[in-house]
């Protein structure tokens, strides 16, 4: 670490669905000095919270604002319709596109998925987030499409929820501003992309700060005479004594 990181807190934002713990982790055994505070962000404040210095790295989903950001793609998620236990689709494994044609599906404003053409039939109402629509869900008013994980987190016991095979996907994506490529933000790309400690991109482990070269060793000596005895190698054998 060096005395600029000392006393900093590193600031990670995340949008719903993005579970960070196994990167946090990570991140607090390999730089126990600098806390990590994750803060939560919707999928619509996100890009400018990080434009804006609210937080120095994030997980996004795509599309998002590029403006001002790098932006790393981590992963795809499968999509899945969200239904009521009792609807049909809930007897299948998996379904396609073609078989959601009659119901109604709500299409919630912060939604990611981009859609050549939305399935299914349009809802009586587009609500503001995807926790809202999934309320709606639950009152039998349509049906829901969204990423695997955001099914996860908002279940109810009342809803279940099936693979799509046909249709686009959410990607979740690392972010952060362009122009404040800090340490360590390189420090979390490495975590998030798997670097092992020792590989992280111009960075000095902090086992290896202040270690001494490796010295060569000395070469093994030969064996030794004991004291009052002559090596007789290298000498001409003279003839023996009658």
Not at 16 to 29: D, H, R
Request: charged share 25%.
């Amino acid at each position: 670490m060096t005395d600029g990181e000392s006393g900093r807190t590193f600031r990670l934002a995340y949008v719903p669905g993005v579970t960070p713990a196994k990167w946090v982790n990570i991140w607090t055994e390999r730089l126990p000095d600098v806390p990590l505070t994750l803060v939560a962000a919707t999928v619509g404040e996100v890009a400018d919270l990080l434009r804006n210095g609210g937080a120095d790295a994030g997980f996004v989903r795509l599309p998002v604002d590029r403006e001002g950001l790098s932006v790393i793609p981590l992963y795809v998620e499968t999509t899945v319709v969200v239904v009521p236990k009792d609807h049909a689709v809930a007897a299948a494994d998996e379904v396609e596109v073609a078989d959601l044609a009659d119901d109604d599906v709500f299409h919630p404003l912060d939604d990611t998925i981009e859609w050549p053409s939305r399935p299914g039939q349009p809802a009586f109402t587009r609500p503001e987030t995807t926790a809202e629509a999934v309320e709606l869900v639950a009152s039998g008013a349509g049906l829901l499409l969204v990423p695997q994980s955001l099914a996860r987190l908002y279940h109810r016991r009342d809803l279940t929820y099936r693979p799509v095979l046909d249709c686009p996907q959410s990607q979740v994506a690392l972010a952060w501003p362009a122009e404040a490529t800090t340490d360590l933000v390189e420090d979390f790309i490495g975590i998030v992309r798997g670097r092992t400690a020792n590989s992280s991109r111009g960075r000095t482990p902090p086992a290896a700060a202040g270690k001494k070269p490796a010295q060569r060793k000395p070469a093994p000596n030969r064996r030794s005479v004991p004291p009052g005895r002559q090596s007789n190698q290298g000498k001409k054998k003279g003839p023996r004594p009658r």
